[in-house]
């Protein structure tokens, strides 16, 4: 025997690289799904994006900017713009109240969202919200705000 070797029964030699694959194929596959149940939408989630569905197509700037986590990069198409406060966006209300982003809202299911580690995702990430504790308003505790805007 060598240093390294197993004790024991392991039958055929040649299943063992088999055996090794199918364990780890196995592993994987109940590791996504997993990760899938582990971040279930809620209904806070849902009711959250209803409020910013309706926020986006009534151009109700003044709601989006208190639902917002400041400061908060605006990634829009050929554009990176650092929006500090609630002011600052006002001020830049059309880059987000387009009809881009209306289609966007309109065309997103409540029932299909997206949620991983990093919060709630509406259509292909052009928006993203989740739950924070505010800077100075920890006592408040966790709250949903939008995080991303692209």
Request: aromatic share 10%; hydrophobic share 40%.
């Amino acid at each position: 025997m060598k240093t390294g070797d197993l004790l024991g029964y392991w039958g055929e030699r040649s299943l063992l690289p088999l055996a090794a694959y199918v364990l780890l194929l196995v592993s994987c596959a109940c590791t996504a799904q997993a990760e899938e149940s582990f971040y279930p939408v809620t209904t806070s989630d849902k009711a959250f994006f209803e409020q910013i569905r309706n926020a986006i197509l009534t151009d109700d700037i003044d709601w989006l900017a208190n639902s917002i986590a400041y400061p908060i990069v605006l990634r829009l198409p050929g554009n990176e713009i650092t929006v500090r406060n609630k002011h600052d966006l006002k001020k830049r209300s059309k880059l987000i109240l387009n009809e881009r982003m209306k289609s966007v809202v309109r065309t997103q299911s409540p029932d299909t969202l997206f949620k991983n580690w990093q919060g709630v995702m509406i259509g292909d990430g052009e928006i993203w919200y989740s739950m924070i504790i505010e800077k100075g308003r920890e006592k408040r505790g966790w709250v949903l705000r939008v995080i991303a805007i692209n």
